[in-house]
Structures are given as structure tokens and as C-alpha cells.
């Protein structure tokens, strides 16, 4: 897999779940301290061995804060001499090389030199390969866990995004896609109720998602935002038969790729007078008229609000009580 892991945790924690994330970080940290102890120590724990230098005792608490949240840990103690994981010294930047073995040990499964590597950049000694056979073994337990759990109640919005990672699958570099659905319920509380990896976001990939989905309980569903791929619009309509919504950054993306990088700014901002309208049909006025100025200048720009401006607007008339997220 490439250097670059961060943007799958990233779309997890503007989801909003980071009780998951925090979960699976602690859960990672404390194995990877296990294994590093035992090197200390010269044996795993209730193990005879002649290379034995001292003995385990305990543990005491140490809190970790870091972009995932708080991190609570139990550091191990020993009967004779200290033990002090590198990655708690001051200003070392665990983060990235955390995030890196939680994501490759769910998505390709990961080798022992590649884990070694990323432990040691936290500031450890290395790890055993029955420590990477234990910590994958973990991670997929909870992540497993986590994903297949019932959902219950309503969920009326729901929110489809992806970002593709590079894995390493026989010997060459390949693309996946990894798909997020984020929903809220009744109650207002926002939760990931799915997360799937996969070859392509090609609709039978998307439509098997979705009836993941629907099995595991998630109904009401009235309005799904995503971006306007073609196989994803088609697999909404045919499993979910909800409204669907072009989701406003993604179409912002595109609408400023017509416009010179030097006028984004001033074009972002007369399309963003849309979103502050306080009725469907005020926003439809106002989004005709910036159409109709922008195209004068850029025809492109213009076409491509034509096209999509009911699908951008589609949340309008929704609750505005609700617009807000």
C-alpha cells in the first residue's frame, strides 16, 4: 500500500463516529505495547525462559490525546527497572503511523516488516509476526463487529461517499474503492452504518452495499446525498427508492473546475448566496440568476447548473430545522 492511509480514517471521523476509531486505536496501542514489553522483559507474559530480566507488575492508566479523541491506556509495569512506550515522548507524532496499521490490517492484511516498520516509527522496538497474526486478528473482530451490528428505528438521511486507496494485491498496485454510509435517525444521532472495501464503484458494487444495508435493519430512509456517479444514483433509486440529493461540495468541485483557479473564490461565493435562502423557491430564483450571470463569462458553468440545480436543491424541501446538517 502507498505512503498515504489517512483520508479512509479522516472520512471516519467527519462521520462522526469516533467512538469506533478511539476504540480500535486503543485496542491497537495496547497489543503493540504488549509485544514491546515482553521484549523488555525477555518473555511473554507466563512464559519460563532463560533470557527473563524481570517480571511484570501491574499496570498504571496514561491518557493519549490525539485527532482520533482521548486515547485511555494501561501502560505496563515492571517489578524491577521502568518501562515508558515511545511513542508518549513529547512531541512524538504517532498519529499517522497508527492510523497506517489499523487501516492496512483491515484492508490487504499486512506483513510483518511492513508493521515492524511502521512500530518502530512510533517510537517502539518492533513486533513478532504472532504479534501482527494477534493484532490483525483484533482489529478484524471489532471492525467485523462494528459493521454488522443491527440497526434500528428510522434513519430518513443517509450519506454515500468513497475514497479510493492504493493496495498491493500479487505483486502489482492496485486502486480499491473504500465506501462510507454515514445516516441519522429519528433522534438526530449521526452514526457510520456501513463501510465496505472493493474493486469499483460500479453499480452492482454500490446496489450490494445498499441491500447490505437494508438486511441489517436501515429503513425511512428519505433523502441520500452522495456525489453524481451514475452507478451509485441508479443502485439509490432501485434499493433505497429514496430522493436523492447532489451532495454541495462535490458538485462545488466540479462546477469550479470551468472557472481559472484566480476566480474561485468570487464564483464559490455567488453560489454559495443559493444555500442562504430561506425557501425552496428563493433558492431556486437566486440559483437561476447566478446561472444566468455566470454564463456570460463562462458558458460551461452555466450549462452545468442547468443540469444540476433540482438535484443540488433537493434538501430544500426538507425541514429547515434539519437543513442545517
Known amino acids: 500500500m502507498t505512503e498515504d492511509r489517512l483520508p479512509l480514517a479522516e472520512l471516519m471521523a467527519k462521520a462522526g463516529d469516533g467512538d469506533f476509531l478511539r476504540s480500535v486505536a486503543e485496542s491497537v496501542l495496547q497489543l503493540i505495547m504488549e509485544a514491546d514489553v515482553d521484549g523488555v522483559v525477555g518473555a511473554s507474559r507466563h512464559e519460563r525462559s532463560g533470557d527473563r530480566t524481570t517480571w511484570r507488575n501491574g499496570y498504571r492508566d496514561r491518557s493519549l490525546d490525539t485527532r482520533l479523541g482521548t486515547l485511555n491506556l494501561k501502560i505496563p509495569k515492571l517489578r ?12 512524538k507524532t504517532v498519529e499517522k503511523a497508527l492510523v497506517s496499521v489499523i487501516q492496512e490490517a483491515w484492508i490487504a492484511g499486512v506483513s510483518t516488516r511492513r508493521v515492524d516498520e511502521l512500530v518502530q516509527a512510533m517510537g517502539m522496538t518492533g513486533i513478532s509476526k504472532s504479534s501482527v497474526s494477534k493484532l490483525c486478528k483484533d482489529i478484524d473482530e471489532r471492525v467485523h463487529a462494528f459493521l454488522k451490528r443491527p440497526l434500528a428505528g428510522d434513519w430518513p438521511y443517509l450519506w ?11 505483486g502489482r498496485i492496485v486502486s480499491v474503492a473504500a465506501i462510507i454510509a454515514v445516516a441519522v435517525n429519528t433522534e438526530g444521532k449521526r452514526e457510520i452504518v456501513g463501510l465496505h472495501i472493493g474493486p ?7 446496489s450490494s452495499f445498499l441491500k447490505d444495508l437494508a438486511r441489517r435493519g436501515l429503513k425511512g430512509v428519505k433523502l441520500v446525498i452522495s456525489d453524481a456517479h451514475e452507478g451509485l444514483k441508479a443502485a439509490i433509486t432501485r434499493v433505497l427508492g429514496a430522493t436523492w440529493q447532489r451532495c454541495r461540495v462535490h458538485f462545488m468541485r466540479n462546477a469550479l473546475a470551468y472557472v481559472p483557479k484566480g476566480q474561485n473564490t468570487v464564483v464559490a461565493a455567488a453560489i454559495r448566496q443559493v444555500f442562504l435562502q430561506p425557501d425552496h423557491q428563493a433558492a431556486t430564483q437566486v440559483w437561476r440568476q447566478v446561472a444566468d450571470q455566470l454564463r456570460t463569462r463562462w458558458p460551461k458553468l452555466g ?12 434538501y430544500m424541501t426538507f425541514p429547515e430545522q434539519h437543513r442545517v446538517k
Open 200 to 206: 469499483s464503484e460500479a453499480e452492482p458494487f454500490w
Open 303 to 314: 450549462a452545468c447548473m442547468d443540469d444540476a440545480e433540482h438535484d443540488v436543491l433537493a
Open 80 to 91: 524491577t527497572g521502568a518501562y515508558f512506550p515511545g511513542f508518549l515522548e513529547p512531541r
Open 160 to 170: 454515500l461517499d468513497a475514497t479510493y486507496l492504493k493496495v498491493r494485491e500479487g
